[in-house]
């Protein structure tokens, strides 16, 4: 058999290689990931707008209403974007391991089964394309 992914492109890895068992951010970001996307949390959002919309009567003056809505969206905002970018980051990383080993599979499959040079250079880029998301720079 020819060269595993990690051996071909030095970073890429396949998915047996990863983990299975996240660290404790990486669970509280997806807890909170999953308890955002449900339909109660946004119920709950817009009874707290319901709520605080005539709360204007209680507090009096426009500025603090105003600031009391703004500085609680703004936290939320804040911490939800931190939370989700880790969740969406994971994702990412999750799905190209799964390309890796597509890749390196179909890569396998096509040198035992070819024998035509076009074969052996679509099986030699294939394996070069392996970890490329690594190796590339946004510069």
């Not at 030095?10 to 660290?23: C, E, I, L, N, T």
């Not at 003056?61 to 804040?78: H, R, S």
Request: negative net charge; proline residues 2%.
């Amino acid at each position: 058999m020819a060269n595993t992914v990690t051996e071909m492109s030095g970073s890429a890895h396949m998915p047996s290689d990863v983990s299975s068992r996240p660290g404790l951010f990486d669970r509280f970001a997806g807890a909170a990931s999953k308890f955002a996307s449900r339909a109660w949390f946004f119920a709950f959002c817009v009874l707290l707008v319901v709520v605080w919309a005539p709360s204007y009567f209680l507090i009096g003056t426009v500025d603090t209403w105003q600031l009391i809505i703004n500085t609680i969206t703004t936290i939320v905002t804040f911490l939800m974007v931190a939370l989700l970018q880790n969740s969406q980051t994971r994702a990412d990383a999750a799905v190209q391991d799964k390309l890796n080993a597509l890749a390196a599979a179909l890569a396998e499959l096509m040198e035992d089964t070819g024998e035509s040079r076009k074969l052996q250079d679509a099986s030699t880029e294939l394996r070069d394309a392996v970890g490329l998301e690594d190796r590339e720079s946004s510069s």
